[in-house]
């Protein structure tokens, strides 16, 4: 074991000099197998940075939110959210760096959030991490948002309950309604998406035509806080209308016709300030209970599309800011438990920390980790991209089987 840690250990010494020479770096004079990243996050309405460590340990993770900056518009607003991450995002590194209790001269690599996302935040996190990493001669990869997202917990969970491949994601974003089939770490076949808007952004837009308020929640927590909204009067289920069940029987999501529906109910009823309270609870969760139920749907036609070609899936994997709905935990849960009472083998559900659900740099540093301890860098000149199927991804890494005896065969050298 230890001869064939020893060829390794050359092989990736061999294709971190090259790499280096190719970003006219200096290569270090020996491979680290403990690596250290810094990574980088912005791509949305969060200025996010972290430091982890290939044995799994976060080191630090920084979260600047910017709720109260959107709240007036309903929504991001891409200018504004640009100009807060350059505010943000040197103390954000500073923080980062503190918490962990080391310096730029300990960390290793620098991660970035690549794409997909909103150009204005994309640029922030990217020049931040390429100037640091130009001054300091260290490599730099940019990650793919949702593949940070569907790896999370290859980095979180215990090694007995690591999702084995292949593996169901359900990411579930401001931005992306995605049911992946993760046959790798870089390997993901799209079962299902969107046709219109996210059940994220249908979230957000339902919050905003019920007029809640953010606080320091965002607006999709904010909606499901006010569902658990105790009454006194309760209104009967007639008195809303129930959520349409788009595209019935097929892999895709739709989700502009839920948020069409209670906004048509709104009007019809002369605007938000004629319906009371009640009712508007009632509506918020004949919204909630039907979003989540079009995610249950889809997600059992994914496992019998997996089932009918003898793809066994072990694990389903669900991430990204929707994800800390307690609701859709609970339901999911119920989900899977039901398919397997059908003569279906058990299937484990895992879920991200709730605070590894919502866009952070920790995962972005994990998902990062794979390329570097192979060697397989970016260039300085990579560019961003602003949108980018998680198909594309087209850099080969070992299997998780074989990134797992990495890790543990570094730790014996």
């Given at each position: ?187 993901f076949q799209t079962l299902a998406t969107t046709n219109d808007e996210s059940v994220g952004h249908a979230f957000d837009k339902v919050a905003k035509l019920l007029e809640l308020q ?200």
């Amino acid at each position: 074991m230890l001869i064939t840690s020893m060829r390794r250990q050359k092989h990736c010494n061999a294709v971190i000099s090259s790499t280096y020479a190719s970003l006219q770096l200096k290569p270090k004079a020996a491979f680290r197998r403990f690596f250290n990243v810094l990574a980088l996050e912005s791509s949305a309405d969060d200025t996010c940075a972290a430091v982890v460590t290939s044995e799994r340990k976060i080191l630090s993770n920084i979260v600047v939110t910017q709720h109260k900056q959107h709240a007036g518009f309903g929504g991001i607003h891409p200018f504004f959210a640009m100009q807060a991450h350059q505010q943000a995002m040197p103390e954000a590194i500073r923080m980062a760096l503190s918490d962990a209790n080391t310096g730029l001269n300990d960390i290793d690599g620098i991660a970035f959030t690549r794409g997909p996302g909103m150009a204005g935040g994309l640029s922030v996190c990217s020049t931040a991490g390429k100037a640091i990493a130009a001054a300091l001669n260290k490599p730099i990869v940019g990650v793919h948002h949702m593949q940070a997202h569907a790896l999370t917990p290859m980095l979180t969970s215990s090694h007995d309950s690591l999702p084995q491949f292949p593996f169901l994601t359900l990411l579930v974003t401001g931005k992306h309604t995605l049911l992946l089939l993760a046959r790798s770490t870089t390997s993901f076949q799209t079962l299902a998406t969107t046709n219109d808007e996210s059940v994220g952004h249908a979230f957000d837009k339902v919050a905003k035509l019920l007029e809640l308020q953010w606080k320091d929640v965002g607006p999709g927590a904010a909606l499901e806080a006010f569902c658990k909204t105790p009454l006194d009067e309760e209104v009967q289920e007639k008195d809303v209308p129930q959520m349409p069940d788009p595209l019935r029987g097929r892999l895709s999501f739709s989700y502009s016709g839920l948020h069409g529906t209670v906004e048509k109910f709104i009007r019809l009823q002369g605007g938000i300030n004629s319906l009371s309270i009640p009712t508007r609870v009632a509506l918020a969760r004949s919204f909630q209970s039907g979003a989540i139920r079009q995610l249950e749907k889809k997600l059992r036609l994914g496992l019998e599309w997996c089932r009918q070609r003898d793809i066994r899936i072990r694990h389903v994997v669900v991430s990204g800011g929707v994800a800390c709905n307690s609701l859709l935990r609970s339901r999911l849960r119920t989900c899977l438990d039901e398919y397997a009472d059908s003569e279906v083998e058990h299937t484990a559900l895992v879920f991200p920390s709730v605070h590894l659900c919502t866009d952070n740099a920790a995962m972005i540093g994990w998902a990062s980790m794979h390329r570097f301890l192979e060697g397989d860098y970016d260039d300085l000149s990579v560019e961003l991209r602003v949108k980018w199927d998680i198909e594309e991804l087209g850099y080969s890494m070992p299997s998780e089987t074989a990134q797992l005896e990495l890790l543990e065969e570094g730790s014996r050298v």
